[in-house]
């Protein structure tokens, strides 16, 4: 499975921006789908996830109430969502994809991602 991640850019404080991430090569059924984040000087960082029903999302404590994801299993994609961005989202954003068997708690493990697809700028300017 390749993911191809895109949407990145540079967004004032309080800014909104729209990631999005297919996939190809195959199909993503029973796969969710995540998206992490890493920042210079720190350690990569759980972001949000999604199982593949859409029926259960996960969120960073840090991003809930402002990001929102979701999927479009017919195109193969996920989305993320965000508004309210603040200085502290500036990452490089990418997704992943986790077999949809996997535990509530593996959803949170980079670890625990299968493919991974290259990541996409965000700045966030205050």
């Known amino acids: 499975v390749q993911l191809q991640a895109c949407g990145g850019g540079l967004v004032q404080a309080g800014g909104s921006l729209r990631l999005s991430c297919a996939g190809s090569?195959?199909?993503?059924?029973?796969?969710?789908l995540g998206w992490f984040r890493h920042a210079p000087g720190k350690e990569r960082e759980f972001v949000a996830a999604i199982r593949w029903s859409g029926g259960s999302t996960y969120y960073a404590d840090s991003v809930k109430g402002r990001f929102t994801i979701s999927r479009d299993n017919a195109k193969n994609a996920v989305y993320l969502q965000m508004n309210s961005l603040k200085p502290e989202d500036t990452a490089v954003y990418s997704c992943a994809a986790i077999r949809d068997h996997y535990v509530h708690g593996s959803y949170f493990r980079a670890l625990a991602y299968e493919y991974w697809g290259q990541g996409t700028q965000v700045t966030v300017s205050s």
């Open positions: 090569g195959r199909t993503l059924n029973n796969y969710g």
